[in-house]
Structures are given as C-alpha cells and as structure tokens.
C-alpha cells in the first residue's frame, strides 16, 4: 500500500482559494486511482474529485465542477486540489485516498488514506 499524507488546510475566507496536497510514499501511485474526499460535521464523507492518470480520465462532483481541480506532479509523487471560489459549505476535513484498481468510487472502494487535514471557510 501507499502511504499517504495531506497538508494545505487552514482558515480561508469566501471567495479565496487554497491548495491542498496528497503526498505519497512507499511506492509510486502513478497508475492508482487518487481521490479527494471530504466530511463535514455530521455527514457522511463525499467524493468530491478523483483522478486516474494512466486513462487521463477525472471525475468532480456537481457541487464542486468548475471550482475544483485534481491534477499531479509524478516527480514528487503528490496529487493536488486546487480550491477557488471557496464557499462556507466547503468547510470540512480533506482526505485523500488511492488505490490502484478501485470498483467504484465510494470511500469502501480506496484501500489507502491519508489522515486528513482541515478546511474551514468564512463568511
């Protein structure tokens, strides 16, 4: 399995943007399906982008499309999500997930996660 660590998170007022970071370690995740999950308080962990390079194919959820970006650097083996626009509802704990053949997009299809790391949005 690949090990995985977020950072980027922090306060950030609506309208902002943000960038967070996946960085991976124990082997390369170039061929992994990678998505960026989050919880808010109280609800359930969404799928809000994933991105699988060896098909160049990504996926957003309709909450986030046109605001949201997943992309990677293969030389530093980290995967990105560029925030704009942040809105309150965007508030919640990050996660990135991988795994190299996922059946689905749900959070029981990603066999490695990372801790996770805070957004909080301000009105």
């Known amino acids: 399995q690949v090990q995985l660590v977020e950072s980027g998170g922090g306060l950030v007022q609506a309208g902002g943007s943000l960038r967070l970071s996946c960085a991976g370690s124990?082997?390369?995740?170039?061929?992994?399906?990678v998505g960026w999950f989050r919880q808010a308080p109280g609800k359930e962990r969404e799928l809000v982008a994933a991105?699988?390079?060896?098909?160049?194919?990504?996926y957003y959820a309709d909450s986030v499309k046109g605001r949201f970006t997943i992309s990677r650097d293969n030389g530093q083996n980290t995967v990105y999500l560029q925030i704009n626009n942040v809105k309150p509802e965007d508030t919640a704990v990050y996660y990135c997930?991988?795994?190299?053949?996922?059946?689905?997009?749900?959070?029981?299809?990603?066999?490695?996660w990372g801790q996770g790391t805070q957004v909080t949005v301000s009105s």
């Open positions: 997930a991988a795994d190299p053949s996922p059946l689905g997009l749900g959070p029981p299809d990603f066999g490695s």
């Open positions: 991105g699988r390079w060896g098909g160049g194919s990504t």
């Open positions: 124990g082997r390369t995740f170039s061929d992994y399906v």
